[in-house]
């Protein structure tokens, strides 16, 4: 069950409540997961024999939310339902998804950047040294929300195994393109929600224009309540990395 509610600065946030039974002591526990503009936090309850605990009790665990004056509301409406559900798999997981966003130089809003429909031969390098591209029809490995089975969200991608954790990349060239949507809602359906999203910019080759176009880039232009960190690359070397 998910539910959005207002905390005490009246900012919103989000609480999603599984019920489950712990494996080990056949005792009924809540899991919650509570996401706000600051980052996650997750508590685990047993629930008491007999006993039937309030979204609003279970919300009092967290901190400062115990003087939350109106109880959070059911969120019935299913792309936020599915949206939240992405961000647990992110929270829960050993694996990761990150996002990979292709831009040109001289773009200065999301939208602009989400509508390159394609990549250029020196993004394909960089993305060859991310991953291997995988067709996701089919894919029986780690899909990070992707789809596998109608080419829903593009018919490939990027992934890869680092130091036993699976890693799905979501490439904003191969993610559905739509030339009615300036918005781009389907790849910012999957890039707005990844912690981590990679900022490739396409340059001239002179450091001059690389140092510009790094110093011209605004995190703010990526809008989204959960990215936390942003690295933006313009060239293939590794020591040239710079992140906002």
Not at 43 to 53: A, E, R, T, Y
Not at 168 to 173: A, I, L, Q, R
Request: charged share 25%; with cysteine.
């Amino acid at each position: 069950q998910n539910y959005v509610g207002l905390d005490n600065d009246k900012t919103p946030f989000f609480l999603s409540i599984v019920l489950n039974e712990d494996n080990s002591t056949c005792v009924p526990i809540c899991r919650a997961i509570l996401f706000k503009k600051t980052g996650a936090q997750k508590i685990s309850l047993p629930i008491p024999q007999n006993k039937v605990l309030t979204v609003k009790q279970i919300l009092s665990n967290f901190p400062n939310m115990d003087k939350v004056e109106k109880g959070p509301k059911e969120i019935f409406s299913p792309d936020i339902q599915k949206d939240l559900l992405l961000l647990e798999e992110q929270e829960g997981s050993v694996n990761f998804k990150f996002g990979v966003i292709y831009m040109k130089q001289g773009q200065t809003s999301d939208d602009e950047i989400l509508s390159n429909e394609y990549g250029s031969y020196k993004f394909d390098q960089f993305l060859s040294l991310l991953g291997d591209k995988i067709k996701l029809k089919g894919w029986d490995k780690y899909r990070g929300g992707l789809d596998i089975k109608g080419d829903m969200t593009g018919k490939f991608s990027v992934y890869t195994i680092y130091e036993g954790h699976e890693i799905m990349f979501h490439v904003s060239t191969l993610l559905p393109y739509s030339r009615d949507n300036r918005q781009q809602v389907e790849r910012k359906r999957h890039i707005g929600n990844d912690i981590v999203n990679i900022v490739y910019i396409e340059t001239g080759e002179s450091e001059q224009e690389q140092e510009a176009a790094h110093a011209q880039f605004n995190p703010t232009w990526i809008k989204s309540q959960f990215t936390r960190i942003l690295y933006q690359k313009s060239k293939i070397v590794a020591d040239e990395w710079s992140s906002e």
